[in-house]
């Protein structure tokens, strides 16, 4: 599994405590199930976790939406939530493995830069080595 918070810090990493910018800006009704990463997505990474963690939390979905886009609209609540959370459970799954994919830089580079800057222990890179860490980074396949 995934650590949620620590992939929350990593994309939303902001020197503000407001939330403002974890707000979406987006309208749900446009979200789409992908076995890709869409554009969607990658305006709504955010709210996914956030939608994941909120549920999990015991909120209902209407606090939820409310808390998230101030009203549904015309949207049921509950449709907005359950979609939202298909797609945070698809990005906790399989998702992810797609932006690691995308990434310009190699799994050392990477490896190395989580390393440095203290995102990241010399216990976890060694981790990420071994077969049961592979999973959580898988190697280039050549």
Not at 44 to 60: E, Q
Not at 95 to 116: I, K, N
């Amino acid at each position: 599994m995934v650590n949620l918070g620590w992939v929350l810090v990593t994309i939303c990493q902001t020197d503000s405590m407001s939330t403002d910018h974890l707000k979406p800006k987006t309208n749900p009704a446009d979200m789409k199930h992908s076995p890709v990463i869409t554009d969607y997505d990658r305006a709504n990474m955010p709210t996914y976790l956030i939608v994941h963690d909120a549920r999990k939390d015991g909120l209902t979905d209407t606090q939820i939406v409310q808390m998230l886009w101030g009203s549904p609209g015309l949207l049921d609540s509950s449709w907005i939530v359950d979609h939202h959370l298909k797609r945070a459970q698809w990005f906790i799954t399989t998702g992810y493995l797609h932006l690691l994919a995308e990434s310009p830089e190699t799994r050392e580079e990477s490896l190395d830069a989580l390393t440095a800057s203290g995102s990241m222990s010399e216990a976890e890179r060694l981790f990420l080595d071994t077969p049961a860490g592979e999973k959580f980074w898988p190697k280039p396949k050549h």
